[in-house]
């Protein structure tokens, strides 16, 4: 038995059968979300095709994990069933022991059943998706999905954007630091695409493969032997594990999500605890220090030349991974990193793609470098 199978009967949830139409499972972990279950529940009974029909009510369904919740969220919950009848809307409660009661342990609970019900269902081409309770995907969220995978990728990574109220209500100082955090990731993103360009994933494109709009294939998830378990960053594990078993990912701006934008959530190191330390900067008069532009560049060209030396290889995260930097002397300011990416990609631009690997091998090949040439 394999690990993913053994775990498949440990995480066993009470949900009915699925319908032999099934096509699209959503699932959404909730604990203690009474106020705002009912935005993301209204948004998914309003799901259209891409002509903007509405959805066949058999092809898709919405599994609920209700984890240790001590609010009403439970009778929430089942009113909503009443109020959206034409939804299948399926609700499971259970009562995880401390040391498991997180985020982590709920969607991969929910991942694995849903997996469990494609195979019953002998579909390994049908999309397990995630949102978040706080959160509201487009009403063609779901068909824009399947249409990145009909494209040919395994996974999509959908755009998450902050409520326009709620992100009207955050201090200034706040906002002007979420709005610098998504041009430095873009920023990053079309460097990247420049030295390793990707067909299924081509710029533009974001760098969001998180909870709130993070999609796979059953035959993708089982390939990755499912979703890791991890306190907080599940979605990126899933993410990881699906690019090491060989799997395609696209970052879609055409697959769209609106999220809170609240202080206080209910996973570690999510949005909430971001938006916390972006506001705990604002009040420090402290700036925003990120990795270097000029190192950036490094570590990508040094990807690029890896991947072309090991096409459909798994790169170092070394080289995938934009570490942290917090401090002045390592880091370099962030405007002034987003202005110097920038400049690059332009610069870059006007270079064909094998003149730009070419001074990338080069300059590591150089006597001072010879050392450090990835191969």
Do not use: K
Request: aromatic share 6%; glycine share 8%.
């Amino acid at each position: 038995m394999s690990i993913l199978s053994a775990r498949l009967n440990a995480n066993a949830v009470d949900f009915p059968a699925p319908h032999g139409s099934l096509r699209a499972c959503v699932v959404i972990p909730v604990r203690n979300e009474q106020a705002v279950l009912p935005g993301v529940i209204a948004a998914l009974a309003a799901q259209r095709d891409l002509q903007g029909e509405a959805l066949d009510g058999h092809d898709f369904e919405v599994l609920l994990l209700l984890n240790n919740c001590t609010d009403a969220t439970a009778a929430v919950a089942e009113s909503l069933q009443q109020r959206f009848p034409q939804l299948a809307l399926h609700i499971a409660q259970v009562v995880f022991a401390p040391y498991e009661a997180h985020v982590g342990r709920a969607r991969q609970s929910l991942f694995d059943v849903a997996f469990q019900r494609f195979e019953r269902l002998n579909r390994p081409a049908g999309l397990i998706l995630s949102t978040d309770a706080d959160s509201r995907p487009a009403p063609d969220w779901i068909a824009q999905n399947a249409l990145e995978v009909a494209a040919g990728v395994d996974g999509v990574g959908g755009w998450i954007s902050l409520d326009r109220v709620e992100r009207s209500e955050l201090p200034a100082g706040v906002r002007r630091l979420f709005s610098l955090d998504v041009m430095y990731r873009r920023a990053l993103e079309e460097l990247c695409s420049l030295y390793v360009p990707q067909v299924h994933d081509p710029f533009p494109r974001h760098h969001q493969h998180f909870g709130a709009s993070i999609a796979v294939t059953a035959a993708a998830y089982g390939r990755a032997g499912g979703m890791p378990l991890r306190a907080s960053s599940e979605d990126v594990a899933l993410y990881q594990a699906v690019l090491n078993s060989g799997g395609r990912f696209r970052h879609s701006f055409r697959v769209r999500v609106v999220t809170s934008a609240r202080m206080v959530g209910r996973a570690q190191r999510g949005l909430a605890e971001a938006i916390q330390a972006w506001n705990g900067l604002v009040g420090a008069a402290s700036p925003v220090f990120v990795e270097p532009a000029h190192a950036a560049e490094e570590r990508l060209a040094r990807l690029g030349l890896w991947c072309s030396h090991h096409p459909g290889g798994n790169p170092p995260p070394a080289l995938t991974i934009t570490p942290e930097v917090t401090v002045a002397g390592r880091g370099q300011e962030i405007g002034a990193a987003i202005r110097a990416l920038r400049a690059r990609s332009s610069a870059l631009l006007l270079l064909p793609f094998r003149d730009r690997l070419e001074a990338v091998r080069r300059r590591l090949t150089a006597p001072a470098n010879t050392g450090r040439v990835l191969a």
